[in-house]
């Protein structure tokens, strides 16, 4: 057994302090830390953030050759344990790593705990010492005894989040499996019996969704680790856990029963990260198997395993009553405007951009508008597309049953893109899997809206904002109006603007918001817009050509037919309905 002592060295300083011993080590015992987490697709370097390593066997030092940037090797004898020490840094308060400090400690064991090669296979355990009187200990990995938590091996070891501290802690059932919900960092005006109630009404459409009427959760237990932030959003799945992080003025409040735009984006991830229990931890890409922790794991299929479960996220929260048909649509019709609004969406198809996740998506900067597409959102229209594709077609289908098959196939395995390519052709035909293979390969916008038609959903254009006409994406304060992003093709970048451009002034007037510029328009006789333009130090006048042009990029507006068809009205039912 790998047995890890982790102490809460010094909560000031953010240090943990980490031993890890190894029994019967090799002769030539090689370690490492993880450079990335399985579910966050960059190379992160964990590494960074460890000290000195030393190590004894026995009574006898031994020296630690670092052989690479998160690689170390100790030259053993005999079959005596080897006790590996070090410290580590931890102040990031992101899912994806460590923090602790006076007041909270987090960690994901990729961050902290080095993996015995070799020894992999073996049971792993972890015992914390120096918990501050008062804090309490959250996780869903297996208690072996007070103190103690116990993996079957490094890769389960690797998929436990610990919360530590003074949090509030809840419990619900769902499809019989006992949940846990714990919340770090709430406001006292938490209503922590309705995010408990509606946490559970989406564990139980989605445990219903796959397992049907008798179900047989994969797991025993379940546990949400909720952070809360002044700001912040986002979340990384685990098999039998997930660590989020939200902004504290999005939880319910009491006395407060309705429905504002922050809780339903908490319900949202909420619904987003539970769903990955069994789409993408368990039905998996074939190439995640085994995770080599060492360097990037390539795969063209997240816009299946992360667009296909971003489409089901809020489509639960509809199907298990949380918000109604029109609450929907408005969700679903902000994702259509955000992708069919960025350039980037004709230049990378959805298969690329799982691809280059590594490299492109989680490094996005002020080109990436222009440059790549997001698996999440792009995969979640493909979804939506295919799914209404199956449903209104002669053979009905639906993406539930190609979900449920594949599920049931693989035995919630790893699967492969010929899979689910042949799957897509027994369920609706090989136009339909050749359809999906292009949406898929291509970079042309889907057909959503005559596929919304059938449904009785109508598809209209609202007047864009002056942003969109523009092609800008902007700062807006009272230190001035910065540009962030300039979009191919847009009024900006025919007059000049640069990311990091401020403008200063427009037609001789200080302007500090973007509508400022038409304030200063002789509505009589509009002339082109002379701009100043602060960039490098430097003072530059631009022209803004006037009349602007129709921007392509217009906000969706979905809504039902008034008088739509019955079996329109019936498959729309079936869909929302599940």
Same mark, same amino acid.
């Given at each position: 057994m790998i047995h890890y002592r982790i102490a809460l060295a010094d909560l000031h300083a953010h240090r943990f302090e980490v031993s890890v011993t190894v029994p019967a080590p090799a002769a030539r015992q090689v370690l490492s830390l993880p450079v990335w987490i399985p579910g966050s697709y960059l190379v992160r370097e964990f590494s960074r953030h460890l000290g000195q390593v030393t190590a004894?066997?026995?009574?006898?030092?031994?020296?630690?050759?670092? &052989?690479?940037?998160?690689?170390?090797?100790?030259? $053993? #004898?005999?079959?005596?344990?080897?006790?590996? &020490?070090?410290?580590?840094?931890?102040?990031?308060?992101?899912?994806?790593?460590?923090?602790?400090?006076?007041?909270?400690?987090?960690?994901?064991?990729?961050?902290? $705990? /080095?993996?015995?090669?070799?020894?992999?296979?073996?049971?792993?355990?972890?015992?914390?010492?120096?918990?501050?009187?008062?804090?309490?200990?959250?996780?869903?990995?297996?208690?072996?005894?007070?103190?103690?938590?116990?993996?079957?091996?490094?890769d389960e070891l690797a998929d436990h989040p610990f919360e530590l501290g003074t949090f509030w802690r809840g419990e619900f059932m769902a499809g019989g499996v006992p949940h846990e919900f714990v919340v770090a960092g709430a406001l006292p005006v938490f209503d922590a019996e309705r995010l408990l109630r509606d946490a559970q009404r989406i564990c139980e459409t989605q445990i219903g969704f796959w397992h049907g009427p008798k179900p047989k959760p994969p797991m025993s237990r379940y546990v949400f680790l909720l952070n809360c932030v002044d700001d912040g959003y986002g979340g990384l799945e685990h098999r039998a856990s997930t660590a989020l992080i939200a902004s504290r003025r999005d939880l319910p409040r009491l006395g407060q029963p309705d429905l504002n735009e922050g809780y339903v984006k908490l319900l949202g991830l909420i619904s987003h990260e539970y769903f990955h229990t069994w789409n993408v931890k368990r039905l998996r890409p074939?190439?995640? *198997?085994?995770?080599?922790?060492?360097?990037?794991?390539?795969?063209?299929?997240?816009?299946f395993f992360e667009g296909f479960t971003s489409y089901y996220d809020d489509l639960f929260l509809v199907r298990s009553g949380l918000v109604d048909e029109a609450r929907y649509l408005k969700l679903i019709s902000h994702t259509f405007t955000q992708v069919l609004g960025a350039p980037g969406r004709k230049h990378q198809s959805v298969a690329q951009s799982s691809f280059e996740a590594w490299t492109k998506y989680y490094?996005?900067?002020?080109?990436?508008?222009?440059?790549?597409? #997001?698996?999440?959102?792009?995969?979640?229209?493909?979804?939506?597309?295919?799914?209404?594709?199956?449903?209104?077609?002669?053979?009905? #289908?639906?993406?539930?049953?190609?979900?449920?098959?594949?599920?049931?196939?693989?035995?919630?395995?790893?699967?492969?893109?010929?899979?689910?390519?042949?799957?897509?052709?027994?369920?609706?035909?090989?136009?339909?899997?050749?359809?999906?293979?292009?949406?898929?390969?291509?970079c042309d916008d889907l057909p959503l809206a005559p596929l919304l038609e059938r449904l009785g959903v109508r598809w209209t254009?609202?007047?864009?904002?002056?942003?969109?006409? /523009?092609?800008?994406?902007?700062?807006?304060?009272?230190?001035? /109006?910065?540009?962030?992003?300039?979009?191919l093709e847009g009024a900006g970048l025919?007059?000049?603007?640069?990311?990091?451009?401020?403008?200063?002034?427009?037609?001789?007037?200080?302007?500090?918001?973007?509508?400022?510029?038409?304030?200063?328009?002789?509505?009589?006789?509009?002339?082109?817009?002379?701009?100043?333009?602060?960039?490098?130090?430097?003072?530059?006048?631009?022209?803004? *050509?006037?009349?602007?042009?129709?921007? *392509?990029?217009?906000?969706? $507006?979905?809504?039902?037919?008034?008088?739509?068809?019955?079996?329109?009205?019936?498959?729309?039912?079936?869909?929302?309905?599940?």
């Open positions: 004894r066997q026995g009574s006898r030092d031994i020296a630690a050759h670092q &052989t690479a940037k998160n690689r170390w090797e100790f030259d $053993c #004898s005999g079959r005596g344990a080897l006790v590996v &020490t070090y410290p580590v840094y931890a102040f990031d308060t992101s899912v994806r790593a460590a923090f602790l400090d006076a007041q909270r400690g987090f960690f994901n064991p990729t961050s902290l $705990c /080095l993996r015995a090669h070799g020894k992999e296979s073996l049971a792993h355990r972890i015992e914390l010492s120096g918990v501050p009187a008062g804090w309490d200990v959250a996780t869903a990995m297996p208690c072996a005894e007070p103190g103690l938590w116990q993996a079957a091996d490094y074939d190439v995640f *198997a085994r995770y080599d922790y060492e360097q990037e794991n390539y795969t063209r299929l997240l816009w490094r996005q900067d002020e080109n990436a508008p222009n440059a790549l597409v #997001s698996y999440y959102a792009k995969g979640s229209m493909v979804a939506l597309a295919l799914d209404l594709t199956l449903r209104s077609a002669e053979r009905a #289908s639906s993406l539930d049953e190609l979900m449920r098959a594949l599920w049931r196939e693989s035995a919630g395995g790893p699967i492969s893109e010929e899979r689910i390519f042949s799957r897509v052709a027994e369920l609706g035909g090989e136009p339909v899997a050749h359809l999906l293979q292009q949406w898929v390969q291509g254009h609202e007047k864009p904002t002056l942003a969109q006409r /523009l092609g800008l994406r902007v700062q807006e304060s009272e230190a001035g /109006l910065m540009v962030k992003q300039v979009l025919a007059a000049g603007l640069s990311p990091g451009d401020e403008i200063v002034a427009c037609n001789g007037w200080r302007v500090r918001k973007l509508d400022d510029l038409l304030l200063t328009l002789d509505q009589q006789q509009p002339q082109d817009l002379q701009l100043l333009v602060s960039r490098d130090q430097r003072m530059l006048p631009l022209t803004l *050509a006037l009349p602007l042009q129709e921007s *392509a990029a217009r906000p969706i $507006c979905l809504g039902v037919l008034d008088k739509a068809p019955a079996r329109a009205q019936s498959l729309r039912r079936a869909w929302l309905g599940g």
